[in-house]
């Protein structure tokens, strides 16, 4: 039996930061929450290795990293470990003093492993394509620690081993997180709806390494005509809408006329240029209250907008909403396209 003890420790509730306002250059990170934000939030790859069996000897099992059989895993909380990992069964465990080796298959500038024995001093090496050094991380002990690492080059592997006179030799590792660290896509805008005037906002969530550049883009009409184009502060072309913050995650519509109009992010950095999936932003037009919902309370105003016919006329509702089909005057024609809005009562 192995005669280790890992640290009780459950990390819960850890924010995925955004991204730092500078480029992250080559750095060792020892804190999650600065690792993250440097990185710009989540990795491509996060391995936890807790949906094999223990003692499993890892070869290549695991997208975008090979073993090559020098670890496996070990049950820190049935087989002795006297406590619970960062994950919430298996870790790594190497074979005797052997070291671990990761070799990466796809192009990698970031690394991050947990060391959860408090008894021994693990020492990272991360390596080029030549196995030259590019890095050493000692990890210490006494509780659970964290090592980040962002290069300046391609990763081509790393090695832990306990570090001598301050390990006994077997050494554990936890939750195996890396990437390339090129710009993309974690989270793509879902669409929202408005009312007349009304205001929405679309939110997407980007990740990789700083600096990055966003660009909001809108669709030109009609909807689905795939024709993009970059958007800026102030008014949407083609509309009476105005947006800000198109250079942010999140995007923000006022004033929005359009019965739809689609948008998407497009983020990119030194590596990568990547467009999420097209987000809609949906006008209830005939909700001149802007509850939610098509009703009486609507129905009044249209029916006093109705009585007025042009949208000249002073006491028409600001912007003349009810004129839905923006010909210049309150008519049958708005009343056909009401009518049915009244009958579906929730807008979409």
């Known amino acids: 039996m192995l005669n280790h003890h890992l640290a009780a420790v459950r990390l819960a509730g850890i ?39 223990p003692n499993t000897t890892l070869t290549t099992q695991y997208a975008g990293v090979s073993f090559g059989g020098t670890a496996r895993t070990w049950d820190a909380i049935s087989e002795g470990g006297g406590g619970t990992a960062v994950s919430p069964r298996n870790v790594l465990f190497n074979f005797g003093t052997a070291p671990m080796r990761f070799t990466f298959n796809e192009p990698t500038r970031m690394v991050a492993v947990y060391n959860p024995s408090i008894f021994d001093v693990v020492r990272l090496t991360i390596r080029r394509a030549d196995n030259t050094v590019i890095q050493t991380i000692d990890m210490p002990t006494g509780t659970v620690t964290f090592a980040g690492y962002i290069a300046t080059e391609n ?29 993309r896509i974690a989270l793509n805008p879902a669409g929202t709806g408005t009312c007349p005037g009304g205001s929405g906002s679309l939110v997407a969530v980007v990740a990789g390494l700083s600096p990055r550049t966003l660009r909001w883009q809108y669709e030109a009409l009609p909807v689905g005509s795939g024709d993009w184009h970059d958007l800026f502060d102030g008014p949407i072309p083609g509309s009476d809408a105005a947006a800000a913050n198109t250079d942010q995650p999140s995007l923000a519509i006022s004033n929005a006329q359009l019965t739809q109009q689609r948008f998407r992010l497009k983020v990119s950095n030194h590596c990568a240029a990547q467009v999420s999936n097209p987000a809609t932003l949906r006008v209830c037009v005939a909700d001149f209250n802007c509850d939610g919902s098509v009703d009486d309370a609507d129905f009044l105003v249209f029916v006093t907008a109705y009585n007025l016919l042009a949208c000249e006329d002073p006491a028409m509702p600001p912007g003349c909403a009810p004129d839905l089909n923006r010909d210049g005057v309150v008519d049958d024609a708005d009343f056909v396209l009401f009518v049915a809005a009244y009958n579906d009562l929730l807008c979409p």
């Open 15 to 53: 924010a995925l930061l955004c991204a730092a306002s500078e480029r992250a250059d080559a750095q060792v990170y020892t804190n999650f929450n600065l690792y993250r934000a440097a990185i710009g939030g989540a990795p491509e790859y996060l391995h936890t290795f807790d949906d094999l069996a």
């Open 155 to 183: 990763i081509a592997a790393v090695e832990a081993v306990g570090l001598a006179g301050q390990s006994n030799g077997t050494i554990f590792l936890d939750n195996l997180e890396f990437g390339s660290g090129c710009a």
